[in-house]
Nanobody, 121 residues
Framework: QVHLVESGGGLVQPGGSLRLSCAASGIIFGINRMGWYRQAPGKERELVATITSNGSTNYADSVKGRFTISRDNAKNTVYLQMNSLKPEDTAVYYC???????????????WGQGTQVTVSS
């Protein structure tokens, strides 16, 4: 059993910053890719950023230069530092982990519960 707990969302003014966290708990063997996705009202879920186990990162064009993804492997946690936030960044943000439990032999896709980010004056 795996639990992903997200935190850090909230209401912020345009130009402000937020830091999202997603911590995985359980008997985890390993975590490959970690990522953040977001879904705005009436839109499909979209990729925001990913980070591999060796630290390679990938960002959506819309957030490049403003968002930074990082991970703490000892804590099974992924972070998303969001700076220079814009109203169009408003969405529910979900973390996504490709991980393997000690009790299994394959990696699987796990999602957080989502955290609301609202950028508004």
């Amino acid at each position: 059993q795996v639990h992903l707990v997200e935190s850090g969302g909230g209401l912020v003014q345009p130009g402000g910053s937020l830091r999202l966290s997603c911590a995985a708990s359980g008997i985890i063997f390993g975590i490959n890719r970690m990522g953040w996705y977001r879904q705005a009202p009436g839109k499909e879920r979209e990729l925001v950023a990913t980070i591999t186990s060796n630290g390679s990162t990938n960002y959506a064009d819309s957030v490049k230069g403003r968002f930074t993804i990082s991970r703490d492997n000892a804590k099974n946690t992924v972070y998303l530092q969001m700076n220079s936030l814009k109203p169009e960044d408003t969405a529910v943000y979900y973390c996504n982990l490709d991980l393997r439990l000690v009790t299994t032999f394959v990696y699987g896709d796990y999602w957080g519960q989502g955290t609301q980010v609202t950028v508004s004056s």
